[in-house]
């Protein structure tokens, strides 16, 4: 006797790469359409462009975002160069005004030959320079802090443009898709209008859904449900 046991499944390859439409970040990700596609049942090597989707909207916001960030580092460098300027004003201001202090405090001395009228006077110039002079080192002070922190609202938002700018660049890259090995190429249906299908150059796929797989057919196995009393008849 030959004893036939019918089981059903699938056939299938032992390695084999899905490709499904990559996840964008940051801003501007726009619509995923496939520009460039692969022929199906293709022999394509590690490399080989599998999928291309529309890069123009990732493309031009990466323009976009490069030409802010460098205005806003050109602004940071025109910023500081002014406030090095307003700094070194500032600290002529301050030498000059401690000069003062100090010239008035000679003239304090003389107060016992001068008249009473002319020690007044001094005293009161005295008095006025220190004034000034604690006047200006408590508003130095102040300019720088509101210094930095100008130049650091600069910088937040040349960094927030910068990281725009890299999303821009990564997200571009990532609309390109290549083969991650040998093999055939074998499409995937998925969901379209009127039904399943297999994806076209036009579609409109969205991030995350695979729609291809890459499969190498030199290794193949099977894949079925048999019967746990029908294993022992297996070979």
């Known amino acids: 006797f030959v004893r036939r046991l019918r089981i059903h499944g699938t056939v299938e390859a032992v390695q084999f790469r899905a490709v499904a439409a990559p996840r964008l970040s940051g801003p501007g990700m726009g619509t995923m359409i496939i520009t460039k596609l692969v022929a199906p049942g293709a022999t394509v090597k590690p490399g080989d462009v599998l999928v291309e ?21 050109e602004q940071i460098k025109k910023r500081r160069a002014d406030q090095d300027a307003a700094r070194a004003r500032d600290d002529t201001e301050l030498k000059q005004s401690e000069n003062d202090v100090a010239a008035a405090a000679l003239e304090i001395r003389r107060n016992e030959v001068i008249s009473r009228i002319d020690a007044e006077k001094n005293q009161q110039n005295l008095e006025e320079a220190k004034a000034r002079f604690q006047q200006l080192k408590e508003t130095y002070n102040l300019k720088r802090t509101a210094a930095a922190a100008d130049v650091r609202i600069l910088e937040i938002q040349r960094d927030r443009a910068g990281n725009a700018m890299r999303h821009a660049q990564e997200n571009a890259q990532k609309l390109i898709i290549r083969s991650p090995l040998s093999g ?36 193949m196995q099977v894949r079925a449900r048999v019967n746990q009393a029908d294993v022992p008849f297996l070979r």
Do not use: H
Request: hydrophobic share 35%; no cysteine.
């Open 53 to 73: 989707f529309d890069r123009q909207n990732q493309e031009r916001n990466f323009l976009d975002r490069q030409a802010e960030f460098r205005d806003l580092e």
């Open 184 to 219: 055939i190429v074998v499409f995937t249906p998925i969901g379209r209008p009127g039904g399943m299908g297999e994806v076209q150059e036009g579609d409109e796929v969205r991030p995350g859904t695979p729609f291809l797989q890459v499969v190498d057919p030199s290794a």
